[in-house]
């Protein structure tokens, strides 16, 4: 058991004290609401990027899976397709951010053996990327490159996709200024207005 005094342990009775809190004053009447997300959101695991946030959207309006450096692994790609063909989500969005630590990561000469299954997909890209001498550089083009991943899929996502039933769309957030900027595959970056 840890021990009381611990600062984990301290942010966790925060927690369910909030949580305690929220449940008191939410409105729950006993049955499930229906989950019919929108969008879903493939993100990276970090703390500032919280995408529900990010795009002002209400709690069960983003169907979201977070991984560090948000790439589309195949478990990734399973969830995705549940999203689209149980979920009937119509936009997939790919959200990487500026100052990834995964990306970082996957850019410095040595890597920790605990963190390669997360950064090989990193490495990939890092690999064929010529135009990556920067983070913000790599941070883009890692978003472009899950972009071609999910486009590229063998299953139902990747069909879904290439028929245009879904749409695929892809944006760095800016933690430094909070700007949004679409990330498109000819390597055009536009900045959303």
Do not use: K
């Not at 009775?13 to 949580?19: F, K, L, P, Q, Y």
């Not at 996957?106 to 990556?132: F, H, K, N, Q």
């Amino acid at each position: 058991m840890p021990d009381a005094g611990t600062t984990g342990d301290l942010t966790w009775r925060s927690m369910v004290a909030s949580h305690a809190e929220a449940s008191r004053t939410g409105d729950h009447d006993g049955t499930f609401p229906a989950h019919e997300p929108s969008a879903a959101v493939l993100a990276c695991s970090d703390a500032r990027v919280p995408p529900s946030l990010l795009f002002g959207q209400p709690s069960g309006n983003l169907f979201v899976v977070r991984i560090a450096g948000n790439s589309a692994t195949s478990d990734v790609v399973a969830s995705l397709t549940y999203a689209v063909e149980v979920l009937g989500v119509e936009l997939v969005i790919v959200l990487g951010h500026s100052g990834c630590g995964a990306v970082t990561a996957a850019m410095s000469p040595t890597i920790a053996p605990e963190l390669r299954a997360v950064l090989e997909p990193i490495d990939e890209m890092l690999d064929g990327c010529d135009a990556c001498t920067d983070l913000d550089q790599a941070v883009a083009a890692n978003v472009r490159r899950n972009l071609r991943r999910l486009r590229r899929d063998r299953g139902p996502l990747g069909t879904a996709i290439t028929e245009h039933r879904v749409a695929l769309r892809g944006a760095v957030h800016d933690l430094r200024s909070g700007e949004l900027t679409e990330i498109v595959d000819d390597l055009d970056l536009t900045p959303i207005t």
